[in-house]
């Protein structure tokens, strides 16, 4: 009987260390999500990106190199 006790003690005190560990415990600092980015749509086919992942061609924005290319081909 005492065996079952001790296990059931061993048993509760792992379940709260490891759910500490998941969750980081009280004195973790909460994760703040990165501040949100300007969207930018491709002059050439329309598609939505972020502005950091854009390619600048004049005064137009591109998602890839290969449409900023095209788009300078079909000008000329």
Sequence with gaps: ?????????LAVVWW???KRQVT???DASP???????????????GVH???????????????SEAHRLAASDTEH
């Design 1 to 9: 009987m005492k065996y079952l006790l001790l296990f059931a003690f």
């Design 16 to 18: 709260l260390w490891s």
């Design 24 to 26: 980081g415990g009280a």
């Design 31 to 45: 994760q703040q999500d990165p501040a949100p980015e300007k969207m930018v749509a491709c002059a050439h086919c």
């Design 49 to 63: 990106l972020p502005e950091s992942e854009s390619i600048v061609g004049g005064n137009r924005v591109y998602c």
